[in-house]
């Protein structure tokens, strides 16, 4: 920073033939005493009045920051709910306790657990062998209506044969008897013509004749094989018609017994299901005989589950929060949304203690505020969480929205403002004159100059009333 000696003002009128406006200038009236780099300049032969102080137009990096706050959250829940229906045993951390991963929450009541976990070894078994059981039923009665369905056709064809041959059987006796009944007849007629001579030989002979004839009729050797084999046959149709109606009956008894592809596909995958739901509620048993643990280290934030009470399977027992994977969660308006992304890196305070963030995750959606405003919720991560965070506590956030690297910059203060743009004043060979300027981004503190300044230029900080609206200030040798 750099100092002059102090000045004293004079007011001195522009030659206005010349065409030139009136402006006022400040002569110093005194000689000048350098003292080498400081370049402060003195007057002499009056009072000292303030110095004018300077900065230096300088080359850096700039952080632009959205400073906000928010609330400590956690990024990772375990809601615990119980694969049984059991009873509570022992809950060994209360709500709001911190827990390590591995340590035991709560446990179930050790006898009824090993009641549930018999009938379950049980339900399985019996399970496992219904299923066999159905399975080879069915196989039973596939086979019996095969059986039937093929028999009846075997037994259809073998009643038709042989009623037919009982059919032949019996026209066979018939042909015979007549044939019989008719050459009786033509012996009775041929005994009439010789009846006036019964003593004749051939009356004699046709009297035999007719007799013999007469028990041939009845005892045929052909006719009495022929009845007997008829029972034989009459025999078998009936043993063959008694065997078909029980083939139907069989027919229909296995039938209604026995499953359709796809009814027996449902019916294993039913049977199968059931097996797996037992297998699977077996296992919760086998893994929760010691307790319910923590799968990682953080805090029970709450707690549903009471000693002694029977909870149902698919019941909340208890939250457990994250203290390894923890963000501050923000409200973020519309105004501050457009500056944010996610990746910025960000700092964060929390109960005095500074920590480093990330720019996580900015929902699509926006919400309304206590005050009725649109807000859209966001997510900074804190990237080294230790044991002194605490949920649900305000957090300060200063999130790095842009950057500029290796620019120029000035102090935002020494930087003006008026209906042109902006400006600053820049002291230059001993003469401060007014400069306009173009700035970029700008911070709490500094602010990027684009255009109007070079590196190392001095600029006046400090406006005093004989600089503002002045052109230049000029020393006097």
């Known amino acids: 920073m750099k100092k002059l000696f102090s000045k004293k003002e004079e007011n001195r009128e522009e030659d206005t033939q010349k065409g030139k406006k009136n402006k006022k200038k400040l002569w110093i009236i005194t000689g000048i005493l ?66 390590e991963k591995g340590s035991t929450i709560l446990n179930y009541e050790p006898q009824t657990l090993a009641e549930l976990k018999t009938l379950t070894q049980l339900n399985l078994t019996a399970g496992r062998s219904g299923l066999e059981d159905q399975l080879n039923k069915n196989n039973k009665n596939q086979g019996l209506y095969q059986e039937a369905t093929v028999n009846q056709e075997v037994l259809k064809q073998q009643i038709k044969d042989t009623q037919a041959y009982i059919d032949g059987l019996e026209k066979k006796i018939a042909d015979k008897q007549v044939e019989l009944e008719h050459h009786g007849m033509l012996l009775e007629l041929s005994r009439l013509e010789w009846a006036d001579e019964p003593q004749s030989e051939v009356y004699q002979n046709l009297l035999k004749l007719i007799q013999q004839n007469a028990y041939e009729q009845k005892n045929h050797k052909d006719i009495l094989g022929w009845k007997d084999e008829l029972k034989v046959y009459n025999k078998m149709l009936e043993d063959y018609k008694t065997y078909e109606a029980e083939m139907k009956s069989q027919e229909s008894s296995s039938d209604a ?143 790095d929205t842009q950057e500029a690297k290796a620019v120029l910059t000035l102090p935002s203060a020494v930087i003006n403002i008026d209906t042109r743009g902006s400006f600053v004043y820049v002291l230059k060979d001993g003469v401060v004159e007014r400069r306009d300027i173009v700035t970029g981004l700008s911070t709490e503190l500094e602010t990027e100059v684009k255009e109007g300044l070079e590196e190392g230029e001095e600029v006046v900080s400090e406006i005093t009333p004989q600089l503002t609206g002045e052109e230049s200030i000029t020393p006097e040798l």
């Open 257 to 399: 017994g026995r499953l359709t592809n796809e009814g027996k596909e449902q019916a294993k995958a039913s049977a199968e299901a059931e097996i797996l739901r037992q297998e699977n509620t077996l296992e919760e048993i086998t893994a929760y005989e010691k307790g319910v643990t923590a799968p990682f280290s953080g805090i029970l934030t709450s707690i549903e589950a009471v000693e002694g009470k029977t909870v149902q399977q698919g019941e909340l027992l208890f939250t457990l929060e994250s203290l390894e994977e923890v963000a501050v969660s923000l409200l973020v308006s519309k105004y501050d949304l457009e500056k944010i992304k996610v990746g910025q890196s960000a700092e964060i305070t929390v109960a005095g203690k500074i920590y480093k963030g990330e720019v996580d995750s900015i929902q699509q959606m926006a919400t309304k505020n206590s005050t009725g405003a649109a807000v859209v919720e966001a997510a900074v991560k804190i990237k080294n969480p230790d044991e002194n965070l605490f949920l649900g506590v305000e957090a300060k956030v200063k999130i």
């Open 34 to 99: 350098c003292l080498g780099i400081v370049g402060s300049i003195f007057l002499f032969g009056g009072s000292k009045e303030p110095p004018i102080e300077t900065v230096t137009v300088e080359r850096k990096d700039l952080f632009q920051k959205l400073s906000t706050t928010g609330t400590v959250v956690s990024q990772e829940s375990y809601h615990f709910f119980s694969p049984l229906s059991t009873e509570i045993g022992e809950i060994k951390v209360k709500k709001g306790e911190a827990v």
